[in-house]
């Protein structure tokens, strides 16, 4: 009976990735059968993560927070939890041996949500890396399946696909960002004055990460290529998007793909894999 436990956990997992985001969930189900239930587990627990944060402010956020950490950490110790999304992060975790200090980088990240307000280069930094690097690397664990090598290998293009990725959220969620919780990520920008030289900035450090990382994406193996590969093609589509954009116009709604615009990137990606072009 314990494998239905598994399974309804793992089910929660899914669910939540799918409500929360139809992009991720849509380039998890391109994947291999064999990857999409770890890859959901992960980004269930990422995503409860950043709810607290984010969202629950009629509440204790500091408190569900560190609730939720230690929830965490026994999950992963005792092999079980009664948190359907704990629970099943917590078997991908075991399985795939992921290392702790990547779980330790993204909870501090979601701590410096709870306050901090500005950064400077190095806060910066440490943040991408504990908000979005390290969930790339998570995820790389169960790509490369105990293949430490690989894994080396490929560890700084995951990286830099994770800042891209949160790099271009930043901007696409800057309204929200800036007027709803007061947040500034972009170190030395005024967002009051916020220019072109700013903006310009800002994109070629992304278009480098974007970059690095399509380089590492054409040595994944097959089994998490082309999931991936269509996730990095909708945010280099957004980032376009964005580019285009005047700065103030940022600050004034958040930038979207439309569903037709997602369903041109999945074919034109599945006529690239099909011509062997990824």
Do not use: W
């Amino acid at each position: 009976m314990m494998n239905l436990f598994h399974e309804v956990s793992q089910d929660c997992s899914r669910i939540a990735t799918e409500k929360y985001s139809t992009s991720f969930s849509s380039a998890i189900k391109l994947l291999h059968k064999d990857l999409r239930v770890p890859i959901f587990n992960v980004y269930g627990f990422v995503r409860f993560a950043d709810e607290i944060v984010d969202t629950f402010h009629q509440h204790d956020k500091s408190l569900l927070l560190d609730e939720f950490k230690k929830a965490t950490y026994e999950a992963i110790d005792r092999g079980v939890s009664l948190n359907p999304i704990l629970h099943s992060f917590q078997l991908t975790v075991n399985q795939y041996g992921i290392d702790r200090q990547l779980i330790d980088a993204f909870l501090y990240s979601m701590e410096l949500d709870l306050e901090k307000r500005n950064y400077d280069r190095a806060g910066y930094e440490q943040y991408i890396y504990g908000s979005a690097e390290v969930v790339g690397l998570m995820c790389l664990y169960i790509f490369c399946d105990g293949n430490k090598d690989l894994y080396e290998d490929l560890k700084p293009y995951a990286r830099s696909l994770g800042a891209a990725f949160q790099k271009v959220n930043f901007l696409r969620d800057l309204k929200a960002d800036v007027e709803g919780l007061d947040r500034m990520y972009f170190p030395g920008c005024d967002f009051s004055n916020f220019t072109e030289r700013d903006k310009s900035a800002i994109e070629t450090d992304i278009q480098r990460d974007f970059d690095h990382a399509y380089e590492g994406i054409l040595k994944l193996p097959v089994k998490a290529r082309f999931g991936v590969y269509v996730a990095y093609k909708y945010y280099v589509s957004l980032f376009r998007k964005i580019k285009k954009m005047h700065p103030h116009r940022i600050l004034e709604n958040r930038i979207r793909i439309p569903d037709y615009g997602k369903m041109m990137i999945l074919a034109k990606a599945g006529i690239r894999a099909q011509l062997n072009l990824l």
